[in-house]
Nanobody, 113 residues
Framework: QVQLVESGGGLVQPGGSLRLSCASS????????MAWYRQAPGKQRELVAS???????NYADSVKGRFGISRDNAKKTVYLQMNNLKPEDTAVYYC???????WGQGTQVTVSF
């Protein structure tokens, strides 16, 4: 069974940056469309960004211009670079393989002074 393992979350001040990583165990990782979701307390899980196998990226309006999704197929890893973080970005961030429907365990991001 394919596993996704996220890392890189933490506490950061408003205006700061974090980079999340998601390592996949899928042999054919390069074929997957990968995505990042987030879920804040009391809210539904929402799509943050997605990246197709061909390199096409899409972002939620709330993060456009601040977040960047990328991948390294040799390392079977997808990244989420988050810049100019805001308190409303506080959430648990999840990695997802759209092709397989697999989820990671999530990593907490807290933006606060």
């Amino acid at each position: 069974q394919v596993q996704l393992v996220e890392s890189g979350g933490g506490l950061v001040q408003p205006g700061g940056s974090l980079r999340l990583s998601c390592a996949s165990s899928r042999m054919l990782f390069s074929l997957s469309t990968m995505a990042w979701y987030r879920q804040a307390p009391g809210k539904q899980r929402e799509l943050v960004a997605s990246l197709s196998s061909g390199g096409s990226a899409n972002y939620a309006d709330s993060v456009k211009g601040r977040f960047g999704i990328s991948r390294d197929n040799a390392k079977k890893t997808v990244y989420l670079q988050m810049n100019n973080l805001k308190p409303e970005d506080t959430a648990v961030y999840y990695c997802n393989d759209w092709d397989l429907g697999t989820w990671g365990q999530g990593t907490q991001v807290t933006v606060s002074f």
